[in-house]
């Protein structure tokens, strides 16, 4: 594992526009001594349905935090059989890659006919 992979990223978005770089996915900007995470952490906020008063007295909403992992494909697809590879993409209901595959180049070609 690379200490390449350890940096806190910024997660940026785009203004949503017809003609953008991401196609309005959110992005990170790698710099060029590192490399992609390799896992992000990020906060979950979810409020439970009650209240309490704030320093104001104030009812505020009860907000409860959780903690989210969200892994590189990538590097687990370099270090992981196809096998277990292929379970993982299943558990996130994914197909498994080479079906993947098979049907992107099928949407592909038929985009190309159009």
């Given amino acids: 594992m690379s ?10 978005y785009e203004d949503y526009e017809e003609h ?5 996915l959110p992005f990170i900007q ?3 001594d590192k490399e992609m995470p390799d896992i ?3 906060l979950g906020s979810e409020e439970t349905g009650d209240f309490e008063p704030d320093i104001d007295g104030e009812e505020q909403p ?3 935090m959780s903690v989210n992992q969200y892994a590189n494909m990538k590097y687990l697809q370099e270090g992981l059989s196809t096998e277990v590879y292929d379970q993982v993409r299943q558990c ?6 080479e079906e993947a595959r098979t049907r ?8 190309i006919k159009k």
């Fill in 3 to 12: 200490d390449n992979r350890k940096w806190v990223p910024e997660i940026v």
């Fill in 20 to 24: 953008n770089l991401s196609g309005g």
């Fill in 30 to 32: 790698v710099p060029p």
């Fill in 40 to 42: 992000i952490f990020i």
């Fill in 62 to 64: 009860i907000v409860e």
């Fill in 92 to 97: 996130l209901n994914l197909l498994p890659l």
């Fill in 104 to 111: 992107g180049k099928e949407k592909a070609e038929n985009l």
